[in-house]
């Protein structure tokens, strides 16, 4: 999420994408009201993982001091972008943060919390409500398994107050992510008992590690039973798909202890908040347990599981020959 600051009026703004500043209260997002700021004055938007600033006015708006007139450039941490003479003109770029949903509290309008990041607010053993994102970039929150889909406008009660979710996304954006998932593949590695299972994302040469928790046995289980139906030559959007009460009763006997759907909806609520905290792209891949009814499944199309070393199974964009450890 992306913030400006005007520190002469103390008011900070979140940038949507795009964001217009000027004298135009009907068509800029930030309105100035001063006589020497265009209608239009300018544009912020984000390009090609950049935030750029491109000059309509008649006066030329001034970037660290120096006139820009009808030009583009980049913007970077800390640059001051002045709209006018007077210095309630003067905003200084604070956040250079991705473009992304957020919350603002209908009890404090100053108040907001973005996403992914917005979990980190969240109290530490909260788990009644969690959220994530999917491959189109779309938002949702889910609470005791139910899902709701993020929009425009929804308001949600939670920590104790009221909030109202903004969208701010676009679709360059979800394009130049897409192929970030795209190029992404999940890395189970298995210690010969299966005790301990650590899980990472590879992108390229970017490594995403998750660690080892007890929700990796949650997705190995998921990622297993795709397997086994890839193998069986289902297509992708039948392949996976298992009943949340037979995985909470496969899962008792690997722990040896009674597990039900309640545990294991904590567990994905834990998994969600985890990736939504996993910088750079943790939260792209929040949405890595898909729902259908009381189904759940594996839902990102390429991984790896590995075993002392050895290959046991994988699905890649081009498919290969599956093995699967009975």
């Excluded at 913030?3 to 135009?24: A, C, D, Q």
């Excluded at 309105?31 to 008649?58: E, L, R």
């Excluded at 189109?136 to 109202?164: A, P, R, S, T, Y």
Aim: proline letters at 2%; aromatic letters at 12%; a neutral charge.
């Amino acid at each position: 999420m992306a913030i400006v600051r005007n520190n002469v009026l103390g008011k900070s703004v979140v940038l949507k994408t795009p964001h217009v500043f000027g004298r135009n209260k009907h068509n800029a997002c930030t309105f100035i009201p001063d006589n020497d700021v265009s209608n239009s004055h300018a544009t912020i938007f984000w390009k090609s993982g950049c935030w750029y600033i491109q000059d309509h006015s008649k006066n030329g708006t001034l970037i660290n001091g120096k006139q820009l007139i009808h030009k583009i450039t980049k913007l970077r941490k800390g640059d001051t972008l002045q709209y006018g003479k007077n210095q309630t003109t003067k905003w200084e770029f604070i956040d250079i943060g991705t473009p992304t949903g957020y919350f603002i509290s209908l009890n404090d309008k100053d108040k907001i919390l973005s996403l992914p990041f917005a979990m980190d607010f969240m109290k530490s053993n909260c788990t009644e409500i969690t959220f994530y994102c999917t491959k189109d970039l779309q938002w949702k929150v889910e609470k005791e398994g139910e899902v709701i889909d993020l929009v425009h406008g929804l308001k949600l009660h939670f920590n104790n107050e009221e909030w109202m979710f903004i969208e701010n996304t676009n679709i360059s954006e979800a394009l130049d992510y897409g192929h970030i998932l795209n190029q992404s593949y999940f890395q189970f590695i298995l210690s010969a008992d299966e005790e301990r299972i650590q899980i990472k994302i590879m992108i390229n040469e970017l490594e995403l590690d998750l660690g080892e928790y007890k929700h990796n046995y949650l997705l190995l289980a998921l990622a297993k039973k795709r397997l086994i139906d890839a193998d069986l030559e289902y297509i992708f959007d039948d392949q996976g798909w298992i009943d949340i009460d037979v995985l909470a009763s496969d899962m008792s006997k690997v722990f040896n202890k009674k597990i039900d759907s309640s545990y294991l909806n904590v567990e994905i609520q834990k998994l969600r908040k985890q990736l939504n905290t996993l910088v750079p792209y943790g939260y792209l891949f929040s949405n890595i347990v898909e729902r259908r009814g009381k189904e759940l499944r594996f839902s990102h199309p390429y991984f790896k599981i590995q075993k002392d070393s050895e290959c046991i199974g994988s699905i890649f964009a081009i498919k290969t020959k599956l093995k699967v450890e009975e």
